[in-house]
């Protein structure tokens, strides 16, 4: 759902711009919360799993394809305020990098991608949580609906954003119809690849998910061929998360197997993926918003599209981009991520903390 120059005229890209910057500046100060010593290394590698994903566009229906937009999986990890800042890292490389997504419209899809789609997604993933049994299983289904909410909710804010600042006449009851019709078939795809990499992860290492914090279980013990609660286990509404065994709390090898999984997924499997056109594409070009799309600034970029300038290989150019692309984009994510972490730790030192008499 890269929005490219040329779809919304310039004040409303302004105006989102300014949006977005705002949002940034809280999430910054809001993920100096939500990040601790567990997650801080990790969320980093989030955003490279979300570039990584992106690229593997997968088959929504005839001649239309879709991708991970990655707010939802990034809010339930790591934070929705740390959800925000991976999405809009991912968006920024790409943007840079790849030619994906204008550079005036950097706002556009910041708000859309980013902010749009981790607030719906954190919003009713809570809800679900707080009237679910509070169980792992739980937590993947919460998963699963948010995931799927979030993603029509991205294509109607495009919607609104095209209403009021679109640079071509055409019919907004018709693009609502189309965009959000497919990308109701997109968040499908989007629910599934969520809810499996948050059931995996919460599997292994429950305390590394930021939704799954607070979530306890009693131990149960059989009796007579009865599961009883043991005595003197937790009551289950404790909301005090339980802390890992000594032995799983190094995160290294989470981040490792995350990171090997991430290259696999950008230098080989993206091979594969559908050449077919996104939901937004195929919208545009069908009812003619692209009549005014501008090419991409960084048109002539050596990663431009997704490939590497001169490797006429298009296995070896797609897999290499799509290797330097998760470098370039886990370098940048844990760059902001330590420096965020940092300052939570200088703030929270004894010299910068103020005693009241």
Known sequence: MHVPDGFINAPTSAVTGVVAAGAIAVSLRGA??????????????????????????????????????GGALAAILVGPCTGVLCVSVVLLMQGILFADGG???????ITDMAIVTTV??????????KVLPRTRRSVTVASFVAALVSVPAAALAFTLLYWIGGTTDVSIGKVATAMIGVHVLIGIGEAAIT??????VIAVRPDLVYGARGLRQRLKLRVNGELVDAPGTPDASDTEPSPAPVAARSHRKVWITGLVASLLLAGFVSFYASANPDGLEKVASDKGIDEKAKEHANADSPLADYGVKDITNARVSSGLAGVIGV??????????FWAVRRRRS???SPTNTETTV
């Open 346 to 348: 200088d703030d929270a």
């Open 32 to 69: 100096r919360r939500e990040l601790d010593e567990r997650t801080a290394p990790l969320a980093g590698l989030v955003a490279a799993f979300i570039f990584a994903v992106q690229m593997l566009n997968f088959p929504v229906a005839a001649g239309t394809s879709g991708h991970l937009l």
């Open 195 to 200: 809810a499996l990499t948050v059931g995996a």
């Open 327 to 336: 470098g370039v984009t886990v370098v940048a994510g844990s760059a902001v």
């Open 103 to 109: 550079l005036t419209a950097l706002g556009v899809n």
């Open 120 to 129: 719906v997604a954190y919003a009713l993933f809570r809800g679900l949580v």
